[in-house]
């Protein structure tokens, strides 16, 4: 069985969940799964979990996103993208760089952003896209998102191109659009490339069209990821007892056990290989309860060696 990410550099047309099929037939293994959706006409990183690596998916989404961006301003459209009906004739877009990188930096922070009309956020148990179809208006309520930074590249006949540093859940679309309303011109996406996803880069990915031939060498190893997570190591000892989903206290953890205020969760690898076997989640290191003796362990929570 083969486990591990295979970053793909997404081209424009195929939705994510085509890039995923593909993986699948590429590599002959089912259990595939992306960490986060780009849209049809998006390009760039789209880490795929294969085999046990589907188990960490949620770890994986976990961290900032980085894009490369076009704002289209003078018009908002339907779907806050180029695939969208303009809302209202188009407006020359005069405008300065300096005025659009302050529209920018009130844009960056931590906000409460509207999704887009067209997105797959659930509204009642129905997705809004449909609901926006099917020509119903509902009420969009925001979500809160982070956005880390905003560096306008360039600024070219009424197109913004900008560079993105953002949290997951980030419409860019959305970003689009917020930015036009603020220039008072309205603005929507007309290009987007996510170059970072978490801690994959574009320089880790394979293309497209070099799926089948370099798809099984590009494979990152489970041992590679989640290189931001504190680790142990155990023996073989412990090996056995997380193979039996036992809590490995300290006489089964070789190294790297915490001694005080333990991270959320640690990565466990074996002493030998440094292959990743499980996460674990830290228990019993608060402070004691007198009469109730309980003993710090390291609890498996993600068991990834069977």
């Known amino acids: 069985m083969l486990s591990g990410v295979l970053v793909v550099d997404k081209p424009a047309g195929p939705t994510s969940h085509d890039v995923v099929d593909r993986v699948r037939e590429v590599l002959g293994e089912r259990r595939a799964g992306h960490t986060g959706t780009l849209d049809p006409f998006a390009t760039g990183v789209l880490p795929v979990c294969v085999g046990k690596a589907t188990r960490l998916v949620r770890f994986l989404a976990e961290g900032d996103k980085v894009y490369r961006a076009t704002v289209r301003l003078g018009f908002a459209t339907t779907t806050d993208d180029l695939l969208g009906e303009p809302l209202g004739p188009a407006r020359e877009a005069r405008v300065d760089l300096e005025t659009v990188r302050a529209a920018c930096g009130r844009l960056t922070g931590d906000l409460m952003q509207v999704p887009p009309a067209y997105s797959a956020k659930r509204v009642g148990g129905h997705r809004m896209y449909d609901l926006a179809r099917q020509g119903k208006a509902v009420e969009r309520a925001p979500s809160p998102v982070t956005v880390g930074a905003i560096q306008v590249l360039g600024l070219r006949d009424g197109h913004v191109d900008v560079e993105i540093r953002c949290s997951p859940g980030t419409y860019i679309r959305a970003l689009a659009r ?51 997570m504190p680790a142990a190591r155990v023996g073989a000892r412990g090996a056995l007892a997380l193979r039996h989903g036992r809590d490995l206290g300290l006489d089964l953890v070789v190294s790297g056990f915490p001694e005080t205020a333990p991270p959320p969760r640690l990565r466990i690898l074996d002493e030998g290989s440094g292959h990743l076997l499980a996460l674990a989640v830290p228990r019993g290191f608060g402070p004691a309860v007198e009469g109730l003796p309980v003993p710090p362990v390291l609890h498996p929570d993600v068991v990834l060696r069977d």
Do not use: I, Y
Not at 178 to 198: I, K, M, P, Y
Not at 203 to 228: C, F, H, K, M, N
């Open 178 to 228: 917020d930015l036009g309303e603020a220039l008072g011109l309205g603005g929507h996406l007309t290009a987007l490339r996510r170059t970072r996803s978490g801690t994959f880069a574009l320089e880790q990915a394979v293309e497209w069209d070099d799926l089948g031939t370099r798809g099984r060498e590009g494979l990152l190893s489970l041992s590679s990821l989640l290189p931001e």
